[in-house]
């Protein structure tokens, strides 16, 4: 964990901003999902919303209710409850998430935008799996779906999923954002900036590096998908993804199930603790994938 002493900050006269870590990493993240579960539970007067994020948490309240110092004082006692992460348990959900890669609608986009992108003669997909080592695209393309992501947040548009991949550190995956943001991207795009990986919700501009596009859908206005009916948005922080590299084949058969209002994804409910992670990240990987896939 980072050795940055925890920042809490006031936003207004209605939030406090708490940063616990300059550095995303995977302890960082299951710290910030701990704290804001315990504080959900304490049900306190005055609280109307805890917003989780990668290494930082939110929290808005109302200041005739609560003092924010004496919400300050709590939110360090819950800090310090969770520091060894010994006692927290996280309900998920493993779920597969079929993408196709390289799909000819984000290449479109990819194209349009060469003039923004730090290696205009490479396409987005060429240009990550070079700057991270890798001899191929089609090797990339196996390190991404090879291990699952954690959900360690959503935002910052309705139902997108930041997801860090659950590896060893040293092999984490990283690639900068566009020199300049996009005008355009397209829906159910599966874009990574950062360590991130996100499925863009709807049609908007963006950032990040355009690999592919996922055959399903995260956010749901209608609710017409059985996995939509008790939310518009299918994402929850501390699930696992698994993206799954598809044929246009199978891409086409999975849109036509969505379309047809039939669509269910394949998940299972799943509890871990913190630990089962962070002391092999690639024996929990395996374990995921296999009980995914496993009836």
């Given at each position: 964990?980072?050795?940055?002493?925890?920042?809490?900050?006031?936003?207004?006269?209605?939030?406090?901003?708490?940063?616990?870590?300059?550095?995303?990493?995977?302890?960082?993240?299951?710290?910030?999902?701990?704290?804001?579960?315990?504080?959900?539970?304490?049900?306190?007067?005055?609280?109307?919303?805890?917003?989780?994020?990668?290494?930082?948490?939110?929290?808005?309240?109302?200041?005739?209710?609560?003092?924010?110092?004496?919400?300050?004082?709590?939110?360090?006692?819950?800090?310090?409850?969770?520091?060894?992460?010994?006692?927290?348990?996280?309900?998920?959900?493993?779920?597969?998430?079929?993408?196709?890669?390289?799909?000819?609608?984000?290449?479109?986009?990819?194209?349009?935008?060469?003039?923004?992108?730090?290696?205009?003669?490479?396409?987005?997909?060429?240009?990550?799996?070079?700057?991270?080592?890798?001899?191929?695209?089609?090797?990339?393309?196996?390190?991404?779906?090879g291990s699952p992501f954690l959900v360690s947040m959503i935002g910052f548009v309705p139902g997108l999923?930041?997801?860090?991949?659950?590896?060893?550190?040293?092999?984490?995956?990283?690639?900068?954002?566009?020199?300049?943001?996009?005008?355009?991207?397209?829906?159910?795009?599966?874009?990574?900036?950062?360590?991130?990986?996100?499925i863009y919700p709807v049609q908007g501009a963006g950032g990040y590096q355009m690999f592919g596009i996922?055959?399903?859908?995260?956010?749901?206005?209608?609710?017409?998908?059985?996995?939509f009916q008790d939310s518009i948005v299918f994402p929850r922080q501390g699930d696992i993804f698994r993206?799954?590299?598809?044929?246009?084949?199978?891409?086409?058969?999975?849109?036509?199930?969505?379309?047809?209002?039939?669509?269910?994804?394949?998940?299972?409910?799943?509890?871990?603790?913190?630990?089962?992670?962070?002391?092999?990240?690639?024996?929990?990987?395996?374990?995921?994938?296999?009980?995914?896939?496993?009836?």
């Amino acid at each position: 964990m980072s050795d940055l002493k925890t920042r809490y900050s006031y936003g207004g006269d209605e939030f406090i901003f708490v940063e616990l870590s300059e550095d995303m990493s995977l302890e960082v993240n299951f710290q910030a999902m701990a704290i804001t579960k315990k504080l959900r539970e304490k049900n306190m007067p005055g609280i109307l919303d805890i917003c989780p994020s990668n290494a930082s948490y939110m929290v808005r309240f109302n200041p005739d209710q609560i003092h924010p110092d004496e919400l300050i004082d709590e939110l360090k006692k819950l800090e310090s409850s969770v520091e060894n992460l010994d006692d927290v348990v996280i309900n998920s959900r493993l779920v597969d998430v079929p993408v196709l890669f390289e799909d000819p609608w984000t290449h479109e986009a990819v194209m349009q935008f060469r003039d923004r992108h730090q290696d205009p003669e490479s396409t987005d997909i060429e240009y990550a799996a070079r700057i991270n080592g890798y001899e191929s695209k089609e090797d990339f393309i196996k390190a991404i779906t090879g291990s699952p992501f954690l959900v360690s947040m959503i935002g910052f548009v309705p139902g997108l999923p930041f997801c860090f991949q659950v590896v060893p550190r040293e092999e984490q995956i990283e690639v900068p954002k566009y020199v300049r943001p996009r005008t355009f991207t397209p829906e159910r795009c599966f874009g990574f900036g950062g360590g991130f990986s996100v499925i863009y919700p709807v049609q908007g501009a963006g950032g990040y590096q355009m690999f592919g596009i996922a055959a399903t859908p995260v956010f749901d206005k209608e609710q017409k998908l059985p996995d939509f009916q008790d939310s518009i948005v299918f994402p929850r922080q501390g699930d696992i993804f698994r993206y799954r590299d598809v044929t246009r084949e199978e891409y086409d058969a999975v849109r036509a199930e969505v379309e047809a209002g039939t669509f269910e994804y394949r998940k299972k409910d799943f509890t871990f603790r913190p630990d089962d992670v962070l002391k092999d990240p690639r024996a929990f990987s395996d374990m995921v994938l296999g009980r995914l896939y496993n009836d």
